[in-house]
């Protein structure tokens, strides 16, 4: 993503592709409905993975399921997409990134129908990771071809748009499935997916003529053929891993299997990266991680896991257990953490298009992140709006900061013909280290709950069942948590449990700014010495 002041200093810097000499006023126009395409099919996914769970109850009792096959009706998904959005990368490198984006939206809308159809929960399983599949090319292909479409301060807006889409999927998407799901039914919700996504099968052949116009009519193919066993490998490591992270709180993180997991995933992946150090056609160029900067780069939405991702997803849990609020009132109070996510990444672009250094934006997000979580530890039982507001709209605008930029400012740094692999690994980097920081948060504060709940539990008579109860404690369910327990006094029980709970959160939160600190520091140090020649 190029500046202004960049342009400034080195006239001569602009990507040598035809289209990019043309003025951005006249590309505009015609690339409107490519921008238009990538960043519906882009809103579609994170709003299936944010807003799926709001109907796996109405799932349960439609289709008699238990809880584990339920369960994977989220998680096929992620695990699915988490394998497949590096391989989709590298494979729109080779077969075109509009081919391959156009394959991705096909397999998306394909599996959605699927789901809204499924007879039973393993057919919906099995049609959430096709549409898991779908959603890594979309992901990583639609980054790819925005690079490639787009220059200048044109690319700028674009990846300022895709980080605003995305955002405003994951903040809508449980709020779009309530209604569909109150309204209409479960299978809406990914009926709703399949209908949004023939809007965008209708511009593909737009998105093809935009490809097929850069890079001297390449359309985005670089040659080569696709890296089979590299690809093969990748995905089994990401499996075992994925896999272990989900039945991590099931099974315990010390078990047997969970372990074995981890240990497979490491072993797969050191044969992966032996087999791509000798391969003449690599899945993923191990070169691209020895440039500090890229990496540094792909670093970011780390950080932004477990300082935005983690208290999105516990937040809610927090302010409806502990301070009492209403469901509806925790969703609303929500929008304070969210509403950044949807204004900041065009103010973003603007004030790079002004001269500021994204590297300038990339650091201050960091800074917010770690504010932001910090501040959070100010919350208690009895907080009120305007306590809660100031610590959400800081978290809030470290994830806004640098959603979108993050994304062209990398792309920028790697050879176009490689763009598809680069924003594969960004995207990979993004989902994986998601899951890994709500699985962290979840069995921590189940951990250090659990510490609190055993402490005291003591004091309440007939109380019992320490473990059990902290976990049932943890996803927020105090009152189910105080029955479980047995105790005599289940007021008394609730009232201790909302303050274990408060504890818990507190630390957790400690430890996830401790984090962001030490993510800082190390992205920091990657980027530092950024010299005029490029774009942070």
Known sequence: MSTQPTQAAQPTQAVPAAPSDAPDQQRRPAH??????VLL???VVPM???GTAVALPRIGAGTHADLAPL???VNAFNVAFACFTLVWGSIADVIGRARAFAAGVALYALGSLASAVAADVLWLDAARALTGIGGAAIFSCGAAILSTVFDGPARARAFALFGTVAGAGVALGPSLAGVLVQGLGWRWVFAVHAVALAFVLLALPAIARAVAATSAGSGGTGGGRIDVPGSALFVLAMVLLTTAIVQGSQWGWGSAGVLGLFAGAVAVLGVFAAVEHRSAHPMLDLGLLRDRRFLGLCLV???ASFGFVTVLTYLPSYLTAVTGRG?????????LLTAPVLVLPMLAARLVAHGMRPLTLVLLSLACLVAGDLALTLLSPSATVLLLAAPMLITGAGMGLSAGLVDGQALELVDPAKAGMAAGFLNTLRLGSEA???????????TVLGTRVADGIGAHPGASRAGEVADRAAGGDLTGAAELSGATDHRAFTDFLAHAYDSAFHSVLWGLAAVGALLAVLIALLLRGSSARTTV
Do not use: E, N
């Open 32 to 37: 409107t409905p490519v921008l238009a395409a």
């Open 41 to 43: 099919a882009v809103f």
């Open 48 to 50: 299936s993975i944010s």
């Open 71 to 73: 369960q994977w009706v």
């Open 301 to 303: 939405p780390v950080a």
């Open 327 to 335: 469901t509806g009132a925790a969703g609303l109070l929500m929008l």
């Open 436 to 446: 890994v920081a709500v699985a962290v948060y979840g069995s921590a504060l189940a």
